[in-house]
């Protein structure tokens, strides 16, 4: 599960003829594993939590919540292939399912990462419009406007992608198959991996940076604010660019030296000692990519205000009713102790167990 092609997915059979340049497939596979685990442990309760209580926002018409429940709808999708994933990297990189199973998990693999990134990219600029044109956003900010962006975003990707059903996957159709491997480079591979950096690293990036150092500018210059407020939102601007930079930089990186390296023919043994070195930094970067799936939920969500107060006064109602609960329980248990002595008296006093007079 690696780099999406654009002419064709790479399925490499045991009797290929590149098995002298085979990548080393056992190197990092227990750390991959284990970061695939651990983001599922994580991110699968996070954001169904999270799912739940952004649809209460966005039934009360809160525009940001619009951005934040699709994130986290979008988190959960890309959670769900994450299990195929990881027993795929178990057992050697080998996909033991067809070849349309390898198809649509990485057709849903892909997208959410690049619907996720754009996302993110919308929750940064809504909050940055809501903060320093606080009072001329009152009309624009609408959550029909932010549902269709969402929207918009989602097909937008998803079309982009769809020609991955077409590609044609060699011996992909037999059992013991690799799943969308990296590559052989080629003029149209090369260009997709520049228009997949630009458009969905770089650009984000830079929107992310501008728009939380507004957001970031302003908050510092508002004296209406507390001192512990105004090191919240500077907490959460860093956060938002440094973990977009750990866990899409790398990966994107890796995408660019490739694109530039097939500008530069090399040696055929050259070119496959530097696939071999690149292969497990590449397959950690784009596990690294899914970590932030399990990140949103706590840096987005649970930063806004009207979302902890809906957690809390969550939380508060189970603890109340567990309360009530406990203290029921209590009750009957009095009760039935109190009537269990009444008896046992009743019986000691009478062994027939008759009432006085009888």
Request: hydrophobic content about 45%; charged content about 15%; some cysteine.
């Amino acid at each position: 599960m690696h780099e999406l092609p654009v002419t064709e997915t790479i399925s490499l059979t045991k009797n290929t003829s590149l098995t002298g340049c085979e990548p080393p497939y056992d190197e990092g596979r227990l750390p991959l594993v284990l970061l695939y685990s651990g983001v599922l442990a994580v991110g699968l309760p996070a954001n169904l939590l999270t799912v739940y209580l952004t649809w209460l926002q966005v039934s009360r018409k809160n525009v940001l919540g619009v951005y934040l429940w699709s994130l986290s709808l979008c988190d959960l999708t890309y959670l769900g292939t994450l299990p195929l994933w990881a027993h795929y990297v178990s057992i050697g990189h080998w996909w033991p399912w067809s070849s349309a199973a390898c198809k649509l998990t990485g057709y849903i693999f892909f997208n959410n990462m690049y619907i996720s990134i754009f996302l993110l990219c919308c929750i940064s600029c809504d909050r940055y419009v809501a903060v320093v044109y606080s009072v001329e956003s009152r009309g624009l900010r609408r959550q029909r406007v932010a549902a269709l962006i969402a929207l918009a975003i989602v097909l937008l990707v998803a079309v982009g992608h769809i020609p991955v059903f077409t590609m044609r996957e060699g011996n992909g159709a037999e059992a013991g198959c690799r799943c969308f491997e990296p590559s052989q480079s080629s003029a149209t591979v090369t260009g997709f991996n520049y228009a997949r950096f630009v458009v969905g690293f770089l650009i984000p990036l830079l929107v992310l940076m501008v728009t939380n150092r507004g957001i970031l500018a302003n908050v510092q210059r508002s004296t209406g604010l507390r001192r512990e407020q105004k090191e919240r939102v500077r907490w959460l601007a860093v956060a938002v660019v440094v973990l977009f930079l750990v866990c899409f930089a790398p990966y994107h990186i890796i995408l660019l030296a490739r694109a530039v390296i097939f500008h530069f023919p090399q040696p055929e043994d050259s070119t496959c000692l530097l696939e071999r070195n690149m292969y497990t930094p590449y397959t950690i970067s784009l596990g690294l990519s899914t970590v932030n799936s399990a990140v949103n939920p706590i840096l987005y969500v649970l930063s806004s205000d009207n979302i902890r107060k809906e957690l809390r006064r969550g939380l508060a109602q189970i603890c109340d009713r567990a309360t009530l609960r406990a203290r029921s329980d209590s009750s009957k248990n009095k009760i039935q102790m109190q009537n269990s002595t009444e008896l046992k008296l009743v019986t000691e006093t009478h062994p027939g167990g008759k009432p006085v007079g009888s």
